[in-house]
């Protein structure tokens, strides 16, 4: 959305992203501040504020040489108590208890250094009283427009759990050692009673001692165990694994959380999960048997599979009872025309008005089936390259006319250059699909804006590739979160009967998906934003125009015809036929190469069907190409897994169903018409 005066550049609403510092942000009085009023913000400090807020990561910005701290909900959270009294204040001041800390901070950022500190102690005054902590923290000036430094933002981790557990790590192996080499009392009270399995190797990989606990977990005793290698003990498949860390044990102090499987005395295995500290030549190692969490775990997976299984078998018998319904109505109104059209005393208005009719309800039966293939991502997309822009300003016409009079549609851009390459007739569907839901959840009076904009971070970016994203917002009744997920399910309404096939968003997600790119849903009691996002693509090389001319009426020549299903072959035989053509049957692929062999000059065309036993229609118009380069080839089909997953295919493909008049227009592409 933007918030630009009528006639201006659009300027994008600030700060853009969600969250409760987003909205303190916006309502804070920064003409307290040596900032001033967020209106006159610098392009360095608005797009700054934008990217923090969006982070995970706990951030504060200090701007100018007073340090005015501005930050993102993960630092509110690590900030306690002080939030939300730390917006707005100098660093100083918000920090007094390690002011000097923070000065040298500011002093060395705007200078344009930076600084870097891996567990740092602080003592800080975050809960009302003095408490240790341990941070990683890295601080980097932050450069203005001018080419100076303006401020430094710091990224701020606590370790405060991590450097304890390695403190309470390091103080037991010091201890056993420590007992070891004082040659006192066998183990102390930890050794003898922990749960975990501790041991002492030497530096060639044998056991020094071990205790109580390897009997509890592996069934040794301790003296089973001692003077014996660690290899020995190791499951076959992860021994090359587990040599190769052990050997790089001397080059590091310690390690932590390695996973291997141990024999067990039975012959079964165990799951354990390693961690060592180690000293001169000696390796203290402690090892946690997981092997319960992992059946766990797997236990687990398993139930979420057959859940997730569930939902599917759900959701196709909601497709096929979907299905079945819309075409048992299309096929009533084809069957009582039909019927209709045989009787002897029809009027010409009545015949003209079945075949109409019969017409109609085939385009219906069609788009239903072109949109249930977007869903399952196998619809075969002939995809162009386009300006989306151009695109969606062509379609203004049409989406006024679906919405009405009384709701605003509103076009924006800021990117005016934004070529995609994808079906354009299945992107427009999706557009005019996502409008209508936002008319359905307005009642008929609101505003839609669509946003065309350089898509930013998103689920299912693939990094390095751009992207373009084109936004639909309402400020309707919004989408109920009980009903978010399953809103792209074929069939899902929530729409009365009669107002909704359920099939609009699920024509979205497929062809978004089959496109290469992703879609984001973001819904409010204030209303949705349904952001496509499409790969973004070179504009396309300037070609010379050409008007599209009608096909021609009178036809020679002599076509293949390779169909495996005998109504399919029949009715295309007679169409043939009846434009002039002399008609070859093939009810294979393998049939029509070899007629090809014998007869290579006597055809003009080769029209086969793709999904066909054995050699399919792809390999067959590629063996056509490989062998009879100058045969002219057209392949037709309704549905093609491997169409769908080749796009970019180098054949003519005619979609089924398709009327005379299409096939004409393939014909006449191909170059066969010959009058």
Known sequence: ?????????????????????????????????????????????????DLILRSPIPIVTLWEADGIMIYNDAYSEFAGGRHPQLLGMKVREGWSEVADFNDNVMRVGLAGGTLSYKDQELTLHRRGKPEQVWMNLDYSAIIGSTGKPVGVIAIVVETSAKVLAQRELSELNRELESRIAERTAERDRVWRYSPDMLAVVSAEGKFLAVNPAWKAVLGYEPNQVVGRNYIE???????????????????????????????????????????????????????????????????????????????????????????AHDFNNLLTVIRSSAELLGRSNLTEEKRQRY??????????????????????????????????????????DIT????????????????????????????????????????????????????IHEAGAFPGKIEGLPYLGVSISDNGSGIPQEHLNRIFEPFFTTKEIGKGTGLGLSQVYGFVKQSGGDIEVKSGPTGSVFTIYLPRHAPPLLQASS?????????????????????????????????????????????????????????????????????????????????????PLILTSGYSHVLANEVHHEFDLLHKPYSVSDLLRMIERAGTVKK
Not at 364 to 390: D, G, P, W, Y
Not at 584 to 603: G, M, R, V, Y
């Open 547 to 631: 008007s599209p001319e009608k096909p021609q009426q009178n036809f020679s020549g002599k076509v293949l015809l390779v169909e495996d299903n005998p109504q399919v072959a029949n009715f295309a035989y007679n169409l043939l036929q009846d434009l002039g053509y002399e008609v070859t049957q093939a009810d294979s692929a393998e049939t029509a190469l070899e007629i090809l062999e014998e007869h290579e000059a006597a055809f003009d065309l080769v029209f086969s069907d793709v999904v066909m036993p054995g050699i399919g229609g792809i390999e067959l118009a590629k063996r056509v190409r490989e062998k009879w380069p100058a045969l």
């Open 355 to 396: 075949i109409a009719a019969i017409a109609d309800s085939s385009d219906r039966a069609a788009k239903l089936t072109s949109q249930l293939l977007a869903f399952s991502r196998r619809q075969t997309l002939l995809a162009e390259i386009f300006l989306v822009n151009t695109c969606i300003q062509e379609l203004a």
């Open 400 to 451: 006024s006319t679906i919405v009405g009079s009384h709701i605003e549609i509103e076009l924006s851009s800021d990117c005016d250059d934004g070529y995609v390459e994808v079906d354009r007739g299945q992107f427009e569907t999706a557009i005019v699909n996502i409008v209508v839901n936002a008319r359905d959840a307005m009642n008929g009076q609101g505003h839609i804006q669509i946003h």
């Open 233 to 323: 003990f190791v499951h076959e498949e992860n021994i090359t694994e587990t040599r190769q860390v052990f050997e790089s044990l001397m080059a590091r102090t310690q390690l932590s959380g390695f996973e291997n499987k141990i024999l067990h005395q039975d012959g079964s295995l165990r799951h354990i999960s390693w961690s060592t500290q180690t000293e001169g030549s000696t390796i203290f190692a402690y090892g946690r048997d997981i092997t319960g969490e992992k059946l766990q775990a797997e236990a687990l997976r398993r139930a979420e599979e057959q859940l997730r299984q569930s939902q599917k078998m759900e959701a196709i018998g909601q497709l096929t009872g979907g299905v």
């Open 1 to 49: 959305m933007t918030n630009a005066a009528p006639g201006s550049k659009p300027r994008p609403l600030f700060p853009a992203a969600g969250g409760e510092l987003s909205k303190l942000i916006a309502g804070f009085d920064w003409s307290s501040t040596v900032l001033g009023p967020i209106s006159g913000w610098s392009e360095t400090l608005r797009a700054t504020t």
